[in-house]
């Protein structure tokens, strides 16, 4: 089945298709949901929200964009219903850090995956994670951010300033850390001869 027969046929409440949509989009959708939802639990949470949405409004889907960006739309929407459930998402001023919110993004970014990155993130605030994943990564705009999350559109810019500038430290601060181990492994175990 293709995506067009599958949704066709969730759009008329078929279970075989509803089950095909589900086994062929959960993975993804759960990928998307863990960014929102680190807890395992709430995530699989808002996964099973994601779903029971996706066939309460399949309806609503008319063709025009790529379906894979309406679910993700549908799924970071359930993410945020889960999390304001859970506790709330607070966006209050953080405190102001050392460092310019305005500079330059250096080039430590090559020398890491996007795994790596991904697992940077778990370490910001809430509220940047949030603005950054929906910015970044789902390409909303600020103006969307700003609607599905109930805050002005000069505050979510604000959290994505401070999520890009303290991404940035961390990675710089990795960099620096990888070449002062790559310093000391060098010094303390000289190249071996590997030959007989």
Request: aromatic fraction near 10%.
């Amino acid at each position: 089945m293709n995506y067009e027969e599958i949704i066709q046929g969730c759009k008329l409440g078929d279970r075989k298709c509803q089950n095909s949509l589900v086994q062929t989009v959960a993975p993804r959708l759960l990928a998307v949901c863990k960014r929102y939802c680190p807890e395992s639990n709430a995530a699989e949470d808002a996964l099973q929200e994601t779903f029971i949405n996706v066939f309460r409004y399949i309806h609503t889907f008319d063709g025009r964009g790529s379906f894979e960006g309406w679910l993700r739309r549908v799924a970071v929407t359930s993410c945020l219903a889960v999390k304001k459930k859970y506790n709330k998402i607070d966006f209050t001023c953080l405190p102001e850090e050392d460092f310019d919110l305005h500079h330059e993004v250096p080039d430590v970014y090559s020398h890491f995956g996007i795994e790596d990155i991904l697992k940077l993130l778990e370490n910001l605030p809430q509220s940047l994670r949030i603005v950054f994943n929906m910015y970044v990564i789902e390409g909303f705009n600020h103006q969307e951010i700003s609607e599905m999350l109930n805050i002005t559109e000069s505050t979510s810019r604000a959290n994505l300033t401070k999520a890009r500038a303290r991404l940035v430290n961390m990675l710089e601060e990795r960099s620096t850390e990888s070449a002062k181990s790559q310093s000391l492994r060098a010094a303390f175990y000289p190249k071996l001869s590997w030959t007989n």
